[in-house]
C-alpha cells in the first residue's frame, strides 16, 4: 500500500504528558498537511509543509504544539503538556505540487488521542 | 468558515443512485469544488473534484451547475459502504497550496 501512513493509530495519555505522532506521505509528495478533527465536526487545519518549509499555521496550534518535516518526508507532530481538550483525531494528508498536478490531498487513517 | 453549504443528512435506498446537493454561491472563478467522504473512524477519502464541466470518474458523477454556485455529487448505484459523511469544499489552486476548509458535510445513509 503507497497511501499515507500514521503512528500510532490511537494514543492514549495523562493529562500533562508529552505525545508525538508520525505521518509519511505518500512518495514523492511535497506538500504534508496536519488537521485536527473533533467528534461530530469536519476536519481543521493545523498546519502544512511544502518540502521540509513549514509555510502556514493554524491559530489553533498553540505553542503547545510543533511540527516538523526535517528531510522533506516524514513528518511529526509533538504536543507539550497535553490537555483534554487536545483529545482528538490527528489527520495527516499529503498531495503533489507541481504545474501539471491539481494538488489533491490525500489522507491518512489518522490518530486518535484520548487525554484523561 | 466553510464556503459550502449541504444538507445535513440524507437517506438513499441500496442501489439506488444517491444525489448529494452542495451550495457554494460565493465561488471564485478558480475555485475547484472537491468531495470528500468519511467512513467512521478512517480519514476523508477524495471523491472527485471539477471547476467548472462535470467529471466522472470510477466512484462518482460530478454535475457543476452552469454558474457555478451549485453542485450535486453522483453515486449512480449505491451499496452500504456508501455510508458516510460527504464533504463538498472549494478551493483554489495556486502554486502555494491551500489547506481544506471543512464544514460539516452531509451524513448519507445507504438503507438495504
Known amino acids: 500500500d503507497t497511501g499515507v501512513s500514521q503512528d500510532p493509530r490511537h494514543k492514549i495519555t495523562k493529562r500533562g504528558q508529552n505525545v508525538t505522532f508520525r505521518c509519511d506521505p505518500i512518495?514523492?509528495?511535497?506538500?504534508l498537511y496536519w488537521y485536527r478533527q473533533t467528534l461530530g465536526q469536519g476536519p481543521e487545519f493545523l498546519t502544512y509543509f511544502q518540502n521540509e518549509a513549514q509555510l502556514e499555521k493554524s491559530r489553533l496550534l498553540s505553542d503547545r504544539f510543533s511540527a516538523e518535516r526535517p528531510k522533506g518526508s516524514f513528518s511529526t507532530l509533538e504536543i507539550q503538556r497535553t490537555e483534554q481538550g487536545d483529545s482528538a483525531m490527528y489527520l495527516c494528508?499529503?498531495?503533489?505540487?507541481?504545474?501539471?498536478?491539481?494538488?489533491?490531498?490525500?489522507f491518512g487513517p489518522g490518530t486518535r488521542l484520548t487525554v484523561l | 468558515d466553510a464556503k459550502t453549504t449541504q444538507p445535513p443528512s440524507m437517506d438513499c435506498a441500496e442501489g439506488r443512485a444517491a444525489n448529494l446537493p452542495c451550495n457554494h454561491s460565493t465561488i471564485s472563478g478558480n475555485e475547484y469544488v472537491y468531495w470528500y467522504r468519511q467512513i467512521h473512524s478512517q480519514g476523508p477519502q477524495y471523491i472527485i473534484h471539477?471547476?467548472?464541466n462535470n467529471e466522472t470518474n470510477e466512484m462518482a458523477s460530478l454535475i457543476i451547475t452552469e454558474d457555478r454556485k451549485s453542485s450535486t455529487l453522483i453515486l449512480p448505484h449505491a451499496t452500504l459502504r456508501d455510508t458516510a459523511v460527504y464533504y463538498c469544499i472549494v478551493r483554489v489552486h495556486d502554486n502555494y497550496g491551500q489547506n481544506f476548509v471543512f464544514g460539516p458535510g452531509t451524513r448519507l445513509s445507504v438503507l438495504p
Open positions: 494528508a499529503s498531495s503533489l505540487s507541481s504545474g501539471t498536478s491539481t494538488d489533491t490531498q490525500y
Open positions: 471539477g471547476l467548472k
Open positions: 512518495s514523492e509528495h511535497n506538500r
